[in-house]
């Protein structure tokens, strides 16, 4: 990321969530910060390039899979109605994604990194692990480019995509009034991230909290969140948190084959 744009950032970020905090008691330089700065400062470039590998590997051997008339509908439309249609194809995507790594247990380990939060803030949303990073992209921006939107479209989408997910993550006191059932607020995010069971596999959306309603995930009592993170053990810095979910995967085969053996073993 530009150094300049996360000074910005910082800018806008840092004196909102003082003047209007979700939790009064969380201070700016709360537990992790530095490691989440980490994030900020390096995770790019490992989401950049294995985005650039893996995507552009299955755009360039699919491409011409894509015949140029099916596209051609797609490109004829207005810029602005092109937006809405990456945002709503891109979030599907997204969502599809996403609840898969909740629920599959190999992808939960490299997600779980990013549910290590226990304080949230515009910071804390940098802390992804790059496989769960370039796994969402994938699902969200294959379809995207299959279906021929144009190039200004996606990036004005990709704008819009990064401040709202700084949004969402925040510890600002923000509503959207009715428009919550449409569009993904903090405080629908927050409940994402809620160490709660009633929370748990809900929310799933970046942008349009309407996917949720529709798949009846939707999630958004009136109270705040009372507590984020996971049970899972998830290190604290950024070189381990890297290193995790291969290390859990490891472990989880380890423990496999262990019982595998006693199993046989009983048996014979
Ligand atoms: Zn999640």
């Known amino acids: 990321m530009d150094y300049t744009a996360i000074l910005i950032l910082a800018c806008i970020f840092i004196p909102l969530e003082r003047l209007l905090p979700l939790h009064h008691d969380q201070p700016i330089l709360r537990r992790d910060w530095a490691n989440d ?24 051997s699919w491409t011409h899979w894509v015949p140029a008339e099916a596209t051609a509908w797609t490109r004829g439309l207005p810029l602005w109605a092109q937006v809405i249609g990456v945002i709503v194809v891109a979030d599907i995507g997204y969502y599809t994604a996403h609840r898969l790594s909740h629920g599959i247990p190999f992808l939960w380990k490299f ?45 004005i989408f990709s704008l819009i995509y990064h401040v709202q997910a700084l ?14 059932w449409l569009i993904a607020s903090p405080e629908y995010h927050h409940w994402h991230h809620a160490d709660q069971r009633e929370a748990y596999n809900r929310n799933f959306a970046a942008q349009l909290s309407l996917i949720d309603v529709v798949a009846g995930t939707m999630f958004l009592p009136r109270h705040r969140p009372e507590r984020y993170g996971v049970s899972d053990p998830v290190p604290r810095s950024y070189p381990l948190q890297l290193l995790y979910p291969f290390a859990a995967l490891l472990k989880a085969r380890r423990k496999q084959t262990n019982t595998k053996g006693a199993t046989h073993e009983q048996n014979a």
């Not at 994030?39 to 755009?59: D, E, K, Q, T």
């Not at 600002?172 to 428009?179: E, H, K, N, S």
């Open 167 to 180: 949004l969402l993550h925040s510890n600002l006191r923000i509503t959207f009034g009715p428009l919550k």
């Open 111 to 155: 997600h779980s990194v990013h549910h290590s939060i226990e304080e949230m803030d515009w910071l804390a949303s940098h802390r992804v692990h790059p496989f769960d990073q370039i796994w969402t992209n994938a699902l969200s921006l294959l379809p995207v480019y299959f279906l021929g939107f144009s190039a200004p479209a996606v990036a």
């Open 37 to 60: 700065l980490i994030y900020l400062l390096f995770n790019g470039f490992l989401v950049r390039a294995g985005s650039i590998l893996v995507l552009g590997g299955v755009m360039a």
